[in-house]
């Protein structure tokens, strides 16, 4: 059958919207059949597969014997080839046949065993490449897509399958990241007391000169810093009495009648 549109002379990318898509392409071929038997013009189809791979699959141990078996056949169908042709001109002669038929096995087991031992055993098995792909989706022109997409959605086995997008590793089905052991309970609550990095200091009221440590279940307060210009609290050393407070709070001086500036001193009378 021929296409409305003729094949592009050079490599082109796919035309039209996607109507299914398929791991396999049996079952692409399968739905394209089932366009074809509901009389769908399915010239304007395409199958397209994606994530394309090129798999060598291995069929068997390579040997002496099994190379020399194969030349022989291959050498036994070219001579049986050139016994016929000669007995045409020797008045069908049977004779003739089987000597080409000998002839040609010998050559092919000779050959063949010469050019495997010329490959030094550095490929001693047998294989089969094809090329594969992950995923076979069933392109349709613009205009017949909507009817190609239902055609195959209304089809008894179910042939209009939509392309399932894969799942990010780490993800609940739901979308979410998954909770975090180092810090979360298997059931999703804060384990209290593992400390959590990268915390947000706090900033509700603990001023400039005090942090704050990030740990699941909440925040905790650290250890106050000491303002700019300010120096910090003398620690006691093993074995030192702290200072007493009479020491180390200074006395406040007089007060002076009308000094405002001294912050120590008494409010004015009213």
């Known amino acids: 059958m021929s296409r409305s549109n003729p094949l592009p002379r050079v490599p082109t990318p796919p035309q039209g919207d996607e109507v299914a898509a398929y791991d396999s392409y049996l079952?692409?071929?399968?739905?394209?059949?089932?366009?074809?038997?509901?009389?769908?013009?399915?010239q304007h189809v395409t199958i397209v597969g994606t994530d394309l791979r090129m798999v060598e699959r291995?069929?068997?141990?390579?040997?002496?014997?099994?190379?020399?078996?194969?030349?022989?056949?291959?050498?036994?169908?070219?001579?049986f080839f050139v016994g016929l042709l000669m007995m045409l001109f020797a008045n069908g002669q049977t004779g003739v046949l089987l000597v080409a038929l000998a002839l040609g096995a010998g050559f092919g087991v000779m050959f063949s065993v010469l050019s495997y031992s010329f490959t030094g055993g550095r490929r001693d098995f047998t294989s089969q490449s094809q090329i594969v792909?992950?995923?076979?989706?069933?392109?349709?022109?613009?205009?017949?897509?909507?009817?190609?997409?239902?055609?195959?959605?209304?089809?008894?086995?179910?042939?209009?399958?939509?392309?399932?997008?894969?799942?990010?590793?780490?993800?609940?089905?739901?979308?979410?990241?998954?909770?975090?052991?180092r810090w979360t309970m298997p059931d999703g609550a804060p384990r209290y007391g593992a400390m959590r990095p990268g915390g947000p200091p706090d900033t509700?009221?603990?001023g400039a000169g005090s942090s704050t440590s990030a740990v699941a279940g909440g925040?905790?307060?650290?250890?106050?810093?000491?303002?700019?210009?300010?120096?910090?609290?003398?620690?006691?050393?093993?074995?030192?009495?702290?200072?007493?407070?009479?020491?180390?709070?200074?006395?406040p001086p007089?007060?002076?009648?009308?000094?405002?500036?001294?912050?120590?001193?008494?409010p004015p009378e009213r």
């Open 58 to 79: 291995v069929t068997g141990r390579l040997t002496y014997g099994r190379v020399a078996l194969a030349g022989a056949l291959s050498g036994a169908w070219f001579g």
């Open 133 to 181: 792909a992950s995923t076979y989706a069933v392109l349709c022109a613009t205009e017949h897509a909507a009817e190609a997409r239902s055609m195959l959605e209304s089809s008894p086995g179910g042939l209009g399958k939509p392309r399932r997008p894969e799942r990010p590793a780490g993800t609940t089905p739901s979308g979410s990241s998954a909770p975090d052991p």
């Open 219 to 251: 925040e905790g307060p650290a250890q106050p810093q000491p303002a700019a210009g300010e120096q910090p609290p003398a620690v006691p050393t093993r074995g030192e009495e702290p200072p007493s407070p009479s020491a180390s709070t200074p006395t």
């Open 27 to 42: 079952e692409a071929q399968k739905a394209v059949d089932f366009l074809s038997d509901e009389k769908f013009p399915v």
């Open 254 to 266: 007089p007060a002076s009648g009308g000094d405002v500036d001294d912050p120590y001193a008494p």
């Open 204 to 206: 509700s009221g603990g």
